[in-house]
């Protein structure tokens, strides 16, 4: 890459303070430079990024209501150190309940501080989702429901960041019956600016991408009709799948273990569920790049779908079943019986034209 | 007089065109559909390109289809009476009683088959039960295709159906409707065939030629 001076510069004013935490020029290039590709910008954008991630620190929240922390873990779990570091150093994380250090009302009282003095000038993370049903009963943090939480917190913010499915559009608490009538943040506030990262759970890159979209441009990126960004969302992952060839060829895996397992065919007829399903998981990964479902030989259940638990199921079949038949009767089966069916139909009309009386020709 | 048969054009080129390019089309979209749903064919190298094949003859087809269907809704509007939008709406008291008389002579209940030039009310409602699974194999194909194929004539075309079902649920009913679409084939054969024994009428020729053969004149059905 080939800066200008005046950008090489801005760089090095932006690394100072990074460079103090032990954060190397060439990791916050490295990771300025995979932002800028996570969100399609050229790279002449790498130095607006430098400089705008080091510059003001957003007041930033983060909920948990019906969750696994499995978002938390995901951001948490970054094997190099550097990401992490430089997340939480753009980012003023003020409340966090599995990583803060204060628990019980001091805890409440950091959270309320932003809301209050903040107010309309914070980001809030949520995780997981939120139940409406029985007055929200079902999931009280201090007293307080999440529903009432989520009102307050999320409706004086900023923008909310919706992470992993649950919080996006219910996820697995929302999964036919959903006891407990669990629907995402914008469902339970409506009037709230909100952003879903679907997928369960979220991959770090995209949460990190659009704060950086935020601090670079002063807006949200743009979303789609299910408010999912386009850098992260906009293609579907069969598009993108490094086993494409071998379905366009029409090379499949029928079992597991099979020798065309091995091979690393497609996973199409085992269930994948890449082609109904839009993620940047096969260019962004999980683990900072190590890996996805389907590089690891396992098919995508489609876990980035709004309802994902009742229309992508059973996983390891390509369609779901047929409503009103046993779960164990595929599409092809009930099929090949009405097919089946209207041919006797057919032969038994046939023979009975047969045995009836000729009618009388003229 | 009453029995003087005659010679009446019913059909006019632009059904019969329609017909014939709709069974290529629901042929190839079947076989090449079935193949999208079962791969029953494996490839030995990886430069093959079979199931690559199938799914370019699908959207081909697909489009030809889609073609045809338009033509034939023109032709609703612009062609005879026997082509006309109103026989796929047999609603009028008259038409019911038609519909029930079609519907007890195929059941052996009667033996007076339904005397029509074109289609008879039964005949004509299945073809408005039949225009819709196509209709609906069309836009629940095109939301299929607007997953990657993302300009605003596939949104129109399809598009917008996604969000209103999940696309695997999509997915699900394109490929059930292709069995009914099957069924309704092997009806609709056996039953021409049957109707054009029976009465003589010439129905099996028609779709080819156009013209069909009624007692009496056209003037008086
Ligand atoms: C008589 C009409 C048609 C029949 C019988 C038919 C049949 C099928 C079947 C059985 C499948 C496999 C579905 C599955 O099991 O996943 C399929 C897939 C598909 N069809 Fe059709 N189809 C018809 C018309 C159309 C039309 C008009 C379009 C419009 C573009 C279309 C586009 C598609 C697409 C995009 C797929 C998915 C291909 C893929 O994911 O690779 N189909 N079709
Ligand atoms: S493994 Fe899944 S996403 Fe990849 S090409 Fe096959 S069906 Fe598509």
């Not at chain 1, 957003?58 to 938390?72: I, M």
């Not at chain 1, 628990?103 to 000038?121: P, T, Y």
């Not at chain 2, 609703?76 to 019911?96: I, Q, R």
Request: hydrophobic share 45%.
């Amino acid at each position: 890459m080939n800066f200008s001076d005046d950008a090489l510069h801005k760089i090095a004013e932006s690394m100072e303070p990074l460079s103090q935490k032990g954060v190397s020029r060439r990791d916050f290039m490295k990771f300025c430079a995979t932002m800028a590709a996570i969100l399609a910008l050229p790279a002449s954008f790498i130095p607006k990024i430098a400089e705008a991630i080091s510059g003001k620190k957003p007041y930033l929240v983060w909920l948990e209501f019906q969750d696994c922390a499995g978002n938390t873990e995901a951001l948490l779990r970054a094997t190099k150190p550097t990401a992490a570091k430089i997340i939480l150093d753009i980012l003023s994380v003020d409340y966090h309940e599995t990583i803060m250090a204060p628990a019980g009302h001091q805890a409440e009282k950091s959270l309320m501080d932003v809301v209050k003095n903040q107010k309309g000038n914070y980001l809030v993370v949520v995780e997981g989702s939120i139940p409406m049903k029985d007055g929200g009963v079902y999931c009280c943090i201090s007293g307080k429901s999440a529903v009432d939480i989520a009102k307050e917190v999320c409706g004086n913010a900023l923008a909310t960041i919706a992470v992993g499915t649950c919080a996006a559009y219910g996820g697995i608490p929302a999964a036919n019956p959903n006891p407990t009538g669990a629907v995402g943040v914008k469902e339970a506030v409506p009037n709230a600016t909100v952003i879903n990262l679907p997928g369960c759970p979220v991959n770090v890159e995209n949460i990190t991408a659009c704060v950086v979209h935020f601090l670079t441009f002063g807006s949200l990126p743009n979303t789609d009709k299910f408010g999912r960004p386009y850098f992260a969302y906009g293609k579907r992952i069969h598009d993108n799948c490094e086993r494409r060839a071998h379905f366009d060829a029409g090379q499949f895996v029928r079992q597991w273990g099979d020798e065309a397992h091995r091979q690393g065919w497609c996973l199409y007829e085992m269930g994948c569920k890449g082609p109904e399903t839009f993620k940047n998981c096969p260019t962004v990964k999980y683990n900072e790049g190590t890996s996805w479902p389907v590089q690891a030989g396992h098919g995508c259940i489609g876990c980035a779908e709004p309802n994902f638990w009742d229309t992508m199921t059973p996983f390891y079949r390509r369609l779901p079943s047929v409503p009103g038949v046993s779960i164990e009767t595929t599409a092809d089966k009930v099929g090949a019986g009405l097919v089946a069916a209207t041919a006797a139909g057919i032969l038994i009309h046939g023979i009975g034209r047969a045995l009836s009386p000729k009618k009388e020709e003229e | 007089m009453a029995n003087e048969r005659n010679r009446v054009y019913a059909w006019e080129f632009p059904i019969r065109f329609t017909h014939w390019i709709n069974v290529i089309c629901i042929v190839a979209l079947s076989v090449t559909g079935f193949y999208v749903g079962n791969p029953f064919m494996y490839a030995v190298s990886s430069k093959q390109y079979i199931m690559g094949w199938m799914r370019l003859i699908h959207f081909i087809a697909a489009y030809a289809f889609l073609m045809s269907m338009i033509i034939r809704i023109y032709w609703a509007f612009m062609g005879n009476k026997y082509a006309c939008y109103t026989v796929w709406f047999p609603f009028s008291g008259k038409k019911l009683g038609e519909f029930f008389d079609a519907l007890k002579f195929y059941l052996f209940l009667s033996k007076k088959p339904p005397y029509t030039v074109g289609h008879h009310a039964l005949a004509g409602f299945t073809y408005l039960i039949v225009y819709l699974l196509f209709v609906f194999e069309i836009v629940s194909g095109f939301a299929l295709y607007s997953v990657n194929h993302k300009g605003a004539i596939w949104q129109a075309l399809g598009g917008w159906l996604v969000g209103i079902m999940a696309l695997p649920i999509i997915r699900l009913y394109h490929d059930l409707v292709m069995y009914v679409l099957i069924a309704f084939t092997l009806i609709h054969v056996y039953f021409s065939w049957y109707s054009d024994s029976r009465e003589k009428n010439g129905l099996m020729l028609s779709i080819f030629n156009g013209y069909k053969f009624i007692t009496g004149k056209e003037s008086d059905i």
